[in-house]
């Protein structure tokens, strides 16, 4: 067993529901087993210039259900620089943390390794991020409410799209992968999905997405049409390829953004119970002597990858929903 005493934690990069759910499972589970915690503000910046407070059990009482992250987050060009992680690991030394424990994605977790070259004690990641794009994981914190909130935002849009029946795209988060695009996709009963598993599109190819399209015109007539589409998809984004099919078939199409809409709200419960699994397997498996690892959640189970691999991008959407949508959207 390792004797951890006094630990760390921080929230980087975007947030994701569930991150207050995390911290309050690592502050809870850290009390039991007598171990002082330090939270730090503002992601890494607050690690870097020192801004932090103790964390007791009455702090974190009733934050489960909040969305956001009670310590903060931000970006960190600093981490970007050879003093940075340096400067991170000196404050680590000087408050006398045996470990660290970063909730955040691939960019944050990229950060703790580089600290990791300058710091003695322990460090964990805990994936927290909407896109679900972090390996050794089945779901990251926040995934899960991440699907919902855009579940909700496309049937309220489907509503007006049958109102006037209009052709919709509604651009949903996703950077490199399709995670959220195709469950969302897939459980409101898009026509189309497009993602980068599913090819991306440039203005050469436009009639892919057009002929189905004008298919589904012929057989239903003039209806509502809904389109999801993982962002960065298409030059200039969803608004772009809107006004390129709009003139393409001469039939008006609208983009919808959804944007950061989707990392907000209260975390749903499948959130809350991954945060609070992983947050107290963090701890226990620090305890044991754990460095250099994220806790995830693999069928089920908890269990440790080790963090340099966790960002290699191997994690792949479900191949069967990915082939039945190509399947039933294929004309």
């Known amino acids: 067993m390792s004797s951890i005493r006094r630990i760390g934690i921080l929230t980087s990069g975007g947030d994701a529901p569930g991150m207050n759910a995390c911290i309050r499972s690592i502050v809870l589970t850290a009390a039991a087993h007598q171990i002082d915690v330090i939270g730090f503000s503002h992601g890494y910046n607050g690690l870097i210039e020192g801004e932090y407070r103790t964390l007791l059990p009455y702090h974190v009482q009733h934050i489960i259900h909040l969305g956001g992250t009670i310590l903060k987050s931000a970006r960190c060009p600093a981490m970007h620089t050879e003093q940075g992680p340096k400067a991170a690991a000196q404050t680590l030394q000087q408050l006398q943390l045996d470990a660290l424990l970063v909730i955040g994605g691939d960019g944050s977790f990229k950060g703790a390794l580089a600290i990791a070259q300058h710091y003695s004690g322990q460090i964990l990641g805990l994936p927290g991020t909407i896109d679900n794009d972090v390996d050794g994981t089945d779901a990251t914190i926040g995934y899960a409410t991440a699907i919902d909130t855009a579940l909700d935002a496309i049937d309220k849009i489907r509503d007006t799209a049958d109102a006037f029946e209009r052709i919709f795209l509604v651009e949903l988060m996703g950077r490199h992968s399709g995670f959220i695009a195709l ?68 039939i008006e199409c609208r983009a919808c953004v959804l944007g950061h809409i989707q990392r907000g709200g209260s975390p749903i419960g499948a959130d809350r119970i991954l945060a609070t699994k992983l947050g107290a397997y963090a701890v226990e498996q620090l305890l044991k002597g754990a460095h250099l690892m994220m806790a995830g959640e693999v069928n089920h189970t908890a269990s440790l990858y080790p963090l340099q691999a966790s960002g290699e991008g191997k994690k792949r959407i479900d191949p069967y929903l990915l082939r039945w949508q190509q399947q039933v959207a294929s004309d």
């Open 183 to 250: 469950s969302a996709g897939i459980a409101s009963g898009a026509e189309q999905i497009i993602c980068p598993e599913l090819g991306r599109l440039t203005p050469d190819d436009l009639e892919r997405v057009t002929r189905p399209i004008q298919n589904a015109q012929l057989v239903k007539g003039k209806s509502s049409y809904i389109m999801v589409v993982a962002e960065h998809c298409y030059p200039g984004g969803s608004t772009a390829l809107a006004e390129a099919i709009t003139k393409a078939i001469g």
